[in-house]
Nanobody, 116 residues
Framework: QVQLVESGGGLVQVGESLRLSCAGS????????MNWYRQAPGKERELVAG????????NYAESVKGRFTISRDNGKKTVYLQMNSLKPEDTAVYYC?????????WGLGTQVTVSS
């Protein structure tokens, strides 16, 4: 079955960096676009970044452009989210997402807290 496992979250200060990882299994990782979403308390889940199967194209939410970078290693079946210049408004649970056969799959999420 499809499984996504996120890691790398934590508590950081404003301006610091974190790198999130998401390991996928149970599906042919290399042929699917992958996404990172986040959900802050009291807010809806929002798309943060996406990447095409070969990593040729990426897209970002306006709020993270220039600060976050999504990448993937298909050999390791892992997608990454490098987050720089973190702000308090980046505080959220970050989720990895893939759509396989028109069904959305999610990991359990990893908490990112940015303290001022």
């Amino acid at each position: 079955q499809v499984q996504l496992v996120e890691s790398g979250g934590g508590l950081v200060q404003v301006g610091e960096s974190l790198r999130l990882s998401c390991a996928g299994s149970g599906f042919l990782f290399s042929i699917y676009p992958m996404n990172w979403y986040r959900q802050a308390p009291g807010k809806e889940r929002e798309l943060v970044a996406g990447i095409t199967p070969a990593g040729s194209f990426t897209n970002y939410a306006e709020s993270v452009k220039g600060r976050f970078t999504i990448s993937r290693d298909n050999g390791k079946k892992t997608v990454y989210l490098q987050m720089n210049s973190l702000k308090p408004e980046d505080t959220a649970v970050y989720y990895c997402n893939v759509k396989v056969n028109r069904v959305d799959f999610w990991g359990l999420g990893t908490q990112v807290t940015v303290s001022s």
